[in-house]
Each structure stands twice: as C-alpha cells, then as structure tokens.
C-alpha cells in the first residue's frame, strides 16, 4: 500500500533550525511535495524535489533521496508565524498526490 | 500567478438542503481539478478529480450521486453536496493544476469553504 510516516507534533523555538522528516511507500514515484498548511486554511506550496539532493528556498530547504523512501524539511531562523502544519505529500506513478497527516509544528519564543 | 478562488468561504444549512461550491482558477487554464475533504486535525482526503469536458473520477468511498461535480470550463468546477447531513460538515477543498513545464503537476490550492450542516 501507500504510506506516508511523519511525526505527528514537534516543537522548536523562535530562531532555531527545525528538521522535519518524512518516509514514505507508494506505488511508483513522480517527486515530493511540501505544503504549509495554516489551521483552517488551505495549504500553499513550500517546495518540489523529483531529483535526489537539497533545494534551497531562502530559509526552507528540502532534502531527498529516492533510494530510502526519505525526505526532509529544514526551516532555519524559525518565526512564530512559522507555526503550522507541514504536509509530505509524494506523487505516485499517476501522478496522484499521497497525503499524511502532516507535523504539527510549535514554535516558542 | 497561478490563483485558485473559491466560494463560499463558509456556508451554513439545514440538514437536507443542497450545497454548491464554486473552485475558479483565476489566471490560468486548470486542465484537471481536485476536490479534498479535510477534518478537524486530519489528513486531506482526496474525493474526486474533474478534467474539463468529462465525468470527474471519485475515489472509493465517495458518493457520486451525493457529491456531484461539473467541471464546464477550464477555469470552473463546482461541487454540489446534495441532501447535506450534519456528518457532511467538513472543510472542502479545490485544487488545480494546468501550468506547462516541469511545475505542470503541482496543485494550487483555494483558500478552501467550511460547510456547516446543521
């Protein structure tokens, strides 16, 4: 079946660097996703990776290797609007996007 | 670039009644659009993809005749919940897609509507 693995809270503090990990199952594969999702909004786009390696994205990055099944999200300099929901959310060979339920992140001052 | 619309940002009824929801794109040719569900503290849930022109494919689960969807145009899909339920309440969710080049499969999403059936 299709799988999505990430942690479901973490917290961080206001101008630290946060790392969120995403392991994923799906049937064939087409690039990774992130979105930020606001609570009760919809979610916007952060990043894309259909290559293995790292995008950087001013202060959001996002790394990916193929062969682990492994993505992550690296927030530097966090800021308090920075608290949110983030979403892997990887494309399978139909292009269908494969959504968890995404880390819940709480920044601190 | 690339702006989804939606309407109504929220919408209450009563239990029985009907409920349309517009998803626009607003600068763009939206070749196929997606239509998600999300709950309190859960995951989207995808319930249908609509190509401009053609039947929208629901995914498993989903009543096609309770959740209807028409997507007339290449900036237009509406989605019709029919006899609302208060278990119908829900965050709805469009997405579209129809840029060229290599971004031509990521979603742009609306700004989503919060139905309330009560």
């Known amino acids: 079946g299709q799988n999505i693995d990430q942690p479901t809270e973490m917290t961080a503090t206001e101008g630290a660097i946060v790392q969120i990990n995403c392991t994923y199952q799906?049937?064939?594969?087409?690039?990774l996703f992130w979105y930020q999702q606001h609570a009760g909004e919809a979610p916007t786009f952060l990043s894309y990776?259909?290559l293995d390696g790292l995008e950087e994205k001013g202060r959001f990055s996002s790394f990916l290797s193929r062969s682990k099944g492994y993505s992550y999200l690296l927030l530097k300099e966090l800021q308090m609007k920075d608290s949110a929901s983030y979403l892997c959310?990887?494309?399978?060979?139909?292009?269908?996007?494969?959504w968890g339920a995404g880390t819940k992140l709480i920044i601190k001052p | 670039g690339a702006v989804v619309s939606q309407h109504p940002s929220w919408v209450i009824c009563k239990s029985g009644t009907s409920v349309k929801i517009e998803c626009r794109s607003l600068d763009f040719q939206a070749t196929t659009m997606f239509w998600y569900r999300q709950f309190p503290k859960q995951s989207l849930m995808l319930m249908a993809t609509?190509?401009?022109?053609?039947?929208?494919?629901?995914e498993q689960g989903v009543e096609k005749d309770k959740f209807l969807i028409n997507h007339a145009s290449l900036t237009l899909s509406t989605l019709t919940v029919t006899s609302a339920h208060p278990e119908d309440s829900s965050f709805y969710i469009c997405s579209a897609t129809g840029l060229a080049g290599a971004m031509s499969y990521e979603q742009y999403f609306g700004p989503g509507t919060r139905l309330t059936v009560t």
């Open positions: 799906t049937s064939g594969f087409n690039g």
């Open positions: 609509s190509n401009e022109g053609s039947k929208a494919t629901y």
């Open positions: 990776n259909v």
């Open positions: 959310a990887p494309m399978d060979s139909n292009y269908q996007l494969i």
